[in-house]
């Protein structure tokens, strides 16, 4: 599906984001994980997370919707063989969250992707389960993963990348192995993992970047999942750089781990209000209130970046409408997402007249610059890539087209029809 985007003249109104990704594929896993009953409420609606049920439903655990958004998973905590190839779409949490969890049981199986997914690195896991005694055979480790599942042994691991997948992987084979499994990463990825496994009575202690795991049995018990701040980021992004605009996106995940975003728009200068800030089980949410703002150019390194990992083509369109030089660093990693996010943002932003440099592990970009629209861009079948070309298309001259913007529902189907209720 093609799209074709006009210049808005303001945004206004109010709207609720839909449900996060990453704790909806981890609301599945933990309570499938679990023996007895778990109602799951406001479930994803997105391709991926439904790439992870249909995993659960090969590996015996039922489910059942009660409506578009509630589910009801009951298990006696044991998965079993499945008797074909385990299809994780394009979801890179899915493949990398089950091969920690499918290592560490007494069957065999093999996790396939797609087109994508199939291309992207697996060795992170593979190396740190690997040496957990894990058994698990791939080509130049990129998938399909064929997984010997076995009793493994306990680690002390020291990663290399702030990975929340990785983190992930390890301690759910940690949560069915002997003895202490401890994670160390460089700088704290997100912690939805952590946060849900205590939640749900698992033998776990942080501390700081350090993350440690005995083998323990979770108990089912309901869980209410957050709004996304990643899907969030793109109407932040909008309501800041499209003239005369003053907007609410309520229900907003804030978990500290993802909050990078608001860290940098405070530094740029953008007016942002945080109201009605709560809990949802051990997750903070909340509403903000965007407006119109004068932004200046920032650097963004270190530490904040896995806190807005998934936000940087976006974050780059923010930066065209800042006064100054924006600097991002210490991102190569978005290379290895659903596109080279790197290579791509560039490539796309420079069409519709973005000022943009691509570095090694990131961007430098000038503002403040008018955006003249008047191309075709592409997605690089990228979900959030399509997206962040939506907003830029609202400030650019002239319309801009979108091809194949469908690959918007691999995380969010909501995105166009919430974004129509602000014009
Ligand atoms: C995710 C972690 C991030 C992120 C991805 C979802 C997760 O990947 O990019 O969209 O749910 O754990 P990395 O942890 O590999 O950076």
């Known amino acids: 599906m093609d799209l074709v985007i006009e210049k808005k003249n303001t945004l206004k109104g109010e709207i609720t984001i839909p449900s996060d990704k990453s704790i909806s594929h981890r609301a599945i896993m ?16 997105g391709a991926d997370c439904h790439s992870t049920l249909k995993v659960f439903s090969e590996l015996g655990i039922e489910h059942k919707f009660l409506d578009e958004q509630t589910l009801e998973i009951i298990s006696d905590g044991k998965l079993k063989a499945p ?6 779409g394009n979801s890179g949490t899915t493949m990398r969250l089950m091969s920690g969890i499918l290592a560490a049981r007494n069957f065999n199986s093999v996790l396939t992707g ?71 990463e460089p700088f704290v990825s997100r912690n939805h993992t952590e946060l849900m496994l205590e939640y749900l009575g698992a033998d776990i202690m942080v501390n700081d970047t350090t993350t440690k795991i005995t083998k323990s049995e979770l108990e089912a018990k309901d869980i209410e999942i957050a709004g996304d701040i990643s899907s969030a980021a793109f109407f932040i992004v909008a309501g800041l750089i499209v003239p005369n605009s003053d907007i609410i996106i309520k229900n907003v995940g804030l978990n500290p781990t993802r909050t990078g975003i608001l860290e940098v728009c405070e530094k740029m200068g953008a007016n942002i209000e945080i109201l009605d800030k709560r809990l949802l089980g051990k997750e903070e949410v909340g509403d903000l209130r965007i407006r119109t703002s004068n932004l200046k150019a ?40 659903e596109s080279d996010r790197i290579t791509a943002t560039v490539k796309e932003l420079q069409k519709i007249g973005a000022d943009i440099e691509e570095t090694p592990d990131g961007f430098i970009i000038r503002g403040k610059k008018h955006l003249k629209g008047d191309a075709e861009v592409e997605t690089y079948h990228d979900h959030r ?36 209720k602000l014009f």
Request: hydrophobic share 40%; charged share 25%; aromatic share 6%.
């Open 114 to 184: 797609d087109e994508s997914l199939s291309k992207r690195p697996m060795k992170r896991v593979i190396e740190p389960l690997s040496l957990m005694g894990a058994k698990i055979e791939s080509k130049d480790n990129k998938a399909p993963l064929k997984i010997y599942g076995k009793e493994l042994n306990s680690i002390d691991y020291t990663s290399k990348l702030s990975s929340a997948q990785v983190k992930s992987c390890i301690l759910l084979a940690g949560l069915n192995t002997k003895g202490i499994t401890s994670y160390t």
């Open 385 to 420: 890539l399509a997206m962040s070309l939506y907003v830029a298309g609202l400030i650019c001259e002239k319309p801009i087209k979108i091809n194949e913007f469908q690959w918007v529902n691999i995380s969010f189907p909501e995105f166009e029809e919430l974004m129509n």
């Open 298 to 337: 920032t650097v963004i390194e270190g530490d904040v970046i896995p806190k807005l990992i998934d936000e940087i083509p976006v974050i780059a369109v923010l930066a065209t409408q800042a006064e100054g030089e924006t600097i991002i660093k210490d991102a190569q990693d978005l290379r290895n997402k």
């Open 30 to 45: 933990f309570s499938s994980l679990a023996k007895g009953k778990t109602l799951v409420k406001n479930f994803s609606k």
């Open 83 to 88: 008797l074909k190839d385990l299809d994780c």
